[in-house]
């Protein structure tokens, strides 16, 4: 099956699909956090009003949505002097393994990029999959995030 062109957007430009960022954030990190939908789809609404430099992305496939990404300001605690972050990378489960994700990270990349900052970071459980996009380990995390990899990316 060929999979058509990946179109990343500013959720600003698809805002009918803020509930179902809303609902992917919540379920995949959200509940587990302490984090509400509506904290989350609040969250989402003001990065889309404000446009400060924090950036809620959408991935869309043949018009149906894939995925999201973010970039924020601050998405670690004990890091919380790095910035920017690459967070919220989620991808549908029937269109992971596809390039998804690869796309909604170099959005994100961009994003930072055009808002002017020389490096990007990233926590994850998974730091194979962003090792294949140009991603550094900089720290294995204790505490909280125990186990996970803290990354960086020079852009």
Not at 1 to 10: C, E, F, G, N, W
Not at 62 to 83: F, Q, R, T, V, W
Not at 133 to 142: A, F, K, N, Q, V
Request: aromatic fraction near 8%; charge should be negative; glycine fraction near 10%.
């Amino acid at each position: 099956m060929t999979l058509s062109a990946i179109d990343v957007r500013p959720l600003g430009d698809v805002p009918h699909l803020l509930p179902l960022c809303t609902r992917w954030n919540y379920e995949a990190w959200g509940r587990d956090d302490g984090e509400t939908p509506e904290i989350i789809s609040e969250a989402f609404a003001r990065m889309v009003r404000d446009a400060r430099g924090e950036h809620v992305l959408v991935a869309l496939v043949d018009g149906e949505p894939a995925g999201m990404s973010l970039l924020i300001d601050d998405d670690l605690d004990s890091n919380s002097h790095l910035k920017p972050w690459v967070a919220g990378v989620y991808v549908e489960p029937r269109f992971r393994g596809r390039g998804v994700a690869t796309a909604l990270v170099a959005a994100a990349e961009n994003c930072a990029r055009q808002d002017g900052h020389r490096q990007a970071w990233l926590y994850t459980g998974l730091p194979e999959l962003y090792a294949r996009m140009g991603w550094s380990t900089r720290e294995i995390l204790s505490g909280e995030r125990a186990g996970m990899s803290l990354m960086a990316k020079v852009l």
